[in-house]
């Protein structure tokens, strides 16, 4: 059996005894070595943190929509909708634009919808100004597929948003949206 030993050279010894002592040893002061910044800081890079308290969040005004949970009568029985009011014409461009994005992925995104929510969508176009409101019930579906319960809230000022949610709709291949009642 051979043995084998490694050859050092005499001057690489202090100089690696010297590194791993001098290496792992602070430089400086800690004061002086760069640090991550604290997540619970300021938060003036990246805004507030997502688990914070309600108190600090803003309030859903300063979204351009928003969205709750709402109990509506539907075919004589209450069932959960997912309530979405667009009072401000001015942020329908916004919204337009985010079905639009979403138009590739809507009819997986729409399966899966109807799959785990079990609930509608009530959407409420109204100026909530005292002007008098009108509901109109649909049923977004697809044959053989999904067919979730839709809840329009609209006013005579908003009676023209109602028809271009109508025709964003027939632009999704094999969906319809069905009346139900008015």
Known sequence: MKKIYLSVPRLALPLLLTTLIHGCAPAGSPADRKK??????????????????????????????????ID???????Q???????P???NDSLAIALLRSYKLMALPLLNTWAAQ??????????????????????ILEKDGGFSIPVVVIW???????????????????GITLNTISR
Do not use: C, W
């Not at 991550?36 to 005004?61: I, R, V």
């Not at 509506?72 to 209450?78: A, K, P």
């Not at 959960?80 to 667009?86: A, E, Q, S």
């Open 80 to 86: 959960g909708f997912v309530y979405v009011p667009l």
């Open 88 to 90: 401000d014409a001015s």
């Open 155 to 173: 006013d005579e000022a908003s009676a023209p948003r109602l028809t271009q949610l109508k025709a964003l709709t027939a632009e999704l291949p």
């Open 36 to 69: 991550m910044p604290e997540f619970t800081s300021d938060n003036g890079l990246e805004g507030p943190m997502p688990f914070q308290s309600a108190a600090s969040s803003p309030g859903p005004e300063a979204f351009a929509f928003h969205t709750s949970n």
């Open 117 to 138: 929510q079990h609930q509608g969508v009530a959407i409420d176009f109204s100026g909530h100004n005292g002007a008098p409101t009108h509901r109109t019930d649909y």
């Open 72 to 78: 509506l009568d539907m075919g004589g029985s209450l």
